[in-house]
Nanobody, 118 residues
Framework: QVPLVESGGGLVQAGGSLRLSCVASGRGFSLLTMNWYRQAPGKEREFAAAITWNGGRPSYGDSVKGRFTVSRDLAKNTVYLQMNSLKPEDTGVYFC???????????WGQGTQVTVYS
């Protein structure tokens, strides 16, 4: 098991910024990628960003490209999502997902709420 705990969500005015964090705890695992997804009310969960754990190569969903930045801290087993220029349509629950080396095991966090008001 790889417990994931997200934090950093909140209420922010449009145009503002938030930084989300996700810590992967436990022992004896090797991360392949860490990912951020989001789910707006009444909509399906969608991919937001990902980063390869060893190489630090980021990737982004089209709706967040240019505004969000994903990064990681290897020593802290933590992935971050810096969200700038937030829009009301960014509102939703943001989930962290860990994919382990081998790709067979994947874990989700409980989510953190982000609400952007205009």
């Amino acid at each position: 098991q790889v417990p994931l705990v997200e934090s950093g969500g909140g209420l922010v005015q449009a145009g503002g910024s938030l930084r989300l964090s996700c810590v992967a705890s436990g022992r004896g695992f090797s991360l392949l990628t860490m990912n951020w997804y989001r789910q707006a009310p009444g909509k399906e969960r969608e991919f937001a960003a990902a980063i390869t754990w060893n190489g630090g190569r980021p990737s982004y969903g089209d709706s967040v490209k240019g505004r969000f930045t994903v990064s990681r801290d290897l020593a802290k087993n933590t992935v971050y999502l810096q969200m700038n220029s937030l829009k009301p349509e960014d509102t939703g629950v943001y989930f962290c997902r860990a994919v382990l080396v081998g790709g067979a095991s994947t874990y989700w966090g409980q989510g953190t709420q982000v609400t952007v008001y205009s």
